[in-house]
């Protein structure tokens, strides 16, 4: 560290600095003494300028802060970086004060999710290389919680990128190839191309992509990473690479945001990339859905009935209600094929849920209360937050269909974020503990939020991980 590197302490929520003689110069600290007489000290971080090249932050430390709360500071920390003109930052550990393991380690993380941006189509970037380092004899970040985060961090990245696409890169041929290089962390890697789902009867999951001249796909991904054969708990995502509506078409102003209908199985690739850099001590499956919902002379028609995996048959009311026909067919695979114990599904799948809930909670419906519970646990530790939805028989019957067993929607209207998930749990067919998170107002992000910048939030990858480290490892 040089003289004129700028730093990073740690005060107590009144800004005292006795205590931060050791670490500056006499005349930074009567400097910063003065200043601060002046300063709002409400604020969790001041920062004071000693000279062109130098900056010295204090990050105000609550008492009882949590671990979220240190992300936090992290994520305001953000705002602070100069990237243009200051690329030196020295956190000093010996000024935390505070018993939560893996402080310093937590701080560099929501400074690392906040920064995330999308630019790889622009001509002009931002260059954003700095380094942040930690200093200081006491309270490090052991090599595990390091390999802990940067894991967390790779997979929520890989989410992000993957939502962020556009639909004419991201379509689901070439979906399918990203994620088949994720062989190389171990995981293993099943791709069903459409002869094979045709031969496996998916067709619920096929009429969506029907329209479209890229292919359709249902992938499997496994991380055994349990010392047994012990069965796996599974994640299934929608992967809708865009969603026009079909003929069943949307307006303009509600298509443009489609390129996002993927962030489900986004979020379940993420999070076994994630499992698979840390190694996680657990069998896990994970299975996408990816089709594109397309308009042309052989896509699906409003009225046409289709046969699912399940078997089961279903009259497709309306081809805009898509996403439940992709997790039809992969619920009832994932179940048979797996015997998971139970089964976490992640959608885009109704603007409904938009109305309900804004971009504050994601809706959760189960089955099952104890997978509830750990499941609303999780999302409050991590600020990934769930609001939990009722499923009741008296929704069910509101799909019934005159001419097949079902109907892709509600005859009378209301309630579509519950009936849509009433849909889904026609598919669960041995009553596996089973929950569904509609992510449609968590998913992307118009003006950012506690840790990240705006755009993709890779909303589930964190909760998801920390349902499986808490309960299940
Ligand atoms: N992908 C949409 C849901 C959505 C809407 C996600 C807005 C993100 C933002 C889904 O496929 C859909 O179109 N749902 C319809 C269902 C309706 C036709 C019963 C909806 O919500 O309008
Ligand atoms: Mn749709
Ligand atoms: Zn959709």
Same mark, same amino acid.
């Given at each position: 560290m040089k003289a004129s590197s700028n730093l990073i302490l740690f005060v107590d929520e009144k800004f005292n600095i006795g205590s931060l003689k050791k670490y500056i110069s006499n005349s930074e600290f009567s400097y910063i003494s003065d200043l601060l007489k002046n300063s709002d000290l409400k604020k969790d971080l001041l920062s004071f300028d000693i000279n062109s090249k130098k900056t010295i932050f204090l990050v105000s430390v609550k008492k009882d802060v949590k671990f979220s709360d240190i992300e936090n500071l992290g994520a305001k920390f953000h705002?602070?970086?100069?990237?243009?003109?200051?690329k030196d930052y020295f956190v000093n550990t010996d000024t935390i004060n505070s018993n939560i393991e893996n402080f310093a380690g937590y701080f560099l993380h929501g400074i690392k999710l906040k920064s995330y941006e999308f630019n790889i189509y622009k001509s002009k970037k931002n260059k954003k290389n700095i380094s942040i380092n930690l200093i200081g004899n006491k309270n490090k970040v052991s090599g595990y919680s390091q390999l802990r985060f940067k894991a967390i961090e790779e997979g929520s990245f890989f989410a992000r990128d993957l939502v962020s696409e556009p639909g004419n890169i991201l379509h689901p041929d070439e979906y399918a190839r990203r994620i088949t290089s994720l062989k190389k962390f171990g995981l293993k890697i099943n791709v069903y191309d459409q002869k094979k789902l045709k031969k496996l009867g998916m067709n619920a999951l096929l009429g969506v992509g029907q329209g479209s001249i890229r292919g359709s796909y249902l992938v499997t991904i496994e991380w055994n990473g349990a010392k047994n054969n012990s069965n796996p708990i599974a994640f299934v995502g929608k992967g809708v690479c865009f969603d026009t509506g079909g003929y069943s078409l949307k307006p303009a102003k509600f298509m443009e945001d489609m390129t996002y209908d993927m962030a489900g199985s986004a979020t379940v690739v993420g999070l076994m990339k994630n499992l698979a850099i840390r190694k996680a001590k657990i069998n896990v499956v994970g299975v996408v859905g990816l089709v594109e919902n397309m308009v042309s002379g052989n896509a699906q028609r409003p009225g046409d009935i289709v046969k699912s995996y399940s078997g089961k048959t279903i009259e497709i009311l309306n081809t805009d209600a898509e996403g439940r026909l992709v997790l039809a067919d992969a619920l009832t695979y994932t179940e048979k094929k797996f015997k998971p114990k139970f089964i976490v599904d992640l959608a885009t799948l109704t603007g409904a849920i938009i109305v309900s809930l804004g971009s504050e909670y994601a809706g959760l419906f189960s089955n099952n209360d104890k997978l509830a519970k750990q499941l609303l646990d999780a999302g409050d530790k991590v600020q990934e937050k769930l609001w939990r939805m009722p499923l009741h028989k008296n929704f069910d019957k509101l799909i019934d269909s005159k001419n097949a067993d079902?109907? /892709?929607? /509600?005859?009378?209207?209301?309630a579509g974020s519950t009936t849509a998930a009433q849909f889904l749990q026609r598919f669960i067919l041995n009553k596996t503990p089973w929950a569904h998170l509609d992510i449609a107002g968590m998913a992307?992000?118009?003006?950012?939020g506690a840790l990240n910048s705006g755009g993709a939030t890779s909303y589930g990858v964190r909760l998801l991980n920390k349902l499986i480290e808490d309960d299940y490892e």
């Amino acid at each position: 560290m040089k003289a004129s590197s700028n730093l990073i302490l740690f005060v107590d929520e009144k800004f005292n600095i006795g205590s931060l003689k050791k670490y500056i110069s006499n005349s930074e600290f009567s400097y910063i003494s003065d200043l601060l007489k002046n300063s709002d000290l409400k604020k969790d971080l001041l920062s004071f300028d000693i000279n062109s090249k130098k900056t010295i932050f204090l990050v105000s430390v609550k008492k009882d802060v949590k671990f979220s709360d240190i992300e936090n500071l992290g994520a305001k920390f953000h705002r602070h970086i100069n990237y243009d003109k200051k690329k030196d930052y020295f956190v000093n550990t010996d000024t935390i004060n505070s018993n939560i393991e893996n402080f310093a380690g937590y701080f560099l993380h929501g400074i690392k999710l906040k920064s995330y941006e999308f630019n790889i189509y622009k001509s002009k970037k931002n260059k954003k290389n700095i380094s942040i380092n930690l200093i200081g004899n006491k309270n490090k970040v052991s090599g595990y919680s390091q390999l802990r985060f940067k894991a967390i961090e790779e997979g929520s990245f890989f989410a992000r990128d993957l939502v962020s696409e556009p639909g004419n890169i991201l379509h689901p041929d070439e979906y399918a190839r990203r994620i088949t290089s994720l062989k190389k962390f171990g995981l293993k890697i099943n791709v069903y191309d459409q002869k094979k789902l045709k031969k496996l009867g998916m067709n619920a999951l096929l009429g969506v992509g029907q329209g479209s001249i890229r292919g359709s796909y249902l992938v499997t991904i496994e991380w055994n990473g349990a010392k047994n054969n012990s069965n796996p708990i599974a994640f299934v995502g929608k992967g809708v690479c865009f969603d026009t509506g079909g003929y069943s078409l949307k307006p303009a102003k509600f298509m443009e945001d489609m390129t996002y209908d993927m962030a489900g199985s986004a979020t379940v690739v993420g999070l076994m990339k994630n499992l698979a850099i840390r190694k996680a001590k657990i069998n896990v499956v994970g299975v996408v859905g990816l089709v594109e919902n397309m308009v042309s002379g052989n896509a699906q028609r409003p009225g046409d009935i289709v046969k699912s995996y399940s078997g089961k048959t279903i009259e497709i009311l309306n081809t805009d209600a898509e996403g439940r026909l992709v997790l039809a067919d992969a619920l009832t695979y994932t179940e048979k094929k797996f015997k998971p114990k139970f089964i976490v599904d992640l959608a885009t799948l109704t603007g409904a849920i938009i109305v309900s809930l804004g971009s504050e909670y994601a809706g959760l419906f189960s089955n099952n209360d104890k997978l509830a519970k750990q499941l609303l646990d999780a999302g409050d530790k991590v600020q990934e937050k769930l609001w939990r939805m009722p499923l009741h028989k008296n929704f069910d019957k509101l799909i019934d269909s005159k001419n097949a067993d079902m109907q /892709n929607i /509600n005859y009378v209207g209301g309630a579509g974020s519950t009936t849509a998930a009433q849909f889904l749990q026609r598919f669960i067919l041995n009553k596996t503990p089973w929950a569904h998170l509609d992510i449609a107002g968590m998913a992307f992000s118009k003006y950012g939020g506690a840790l990240n910048s705006g755009g993709a939030t890779s909303y589930g990858v964190r909760l998801l991980n920390k349902l499986i480290e808490d309960d299940y490892e």
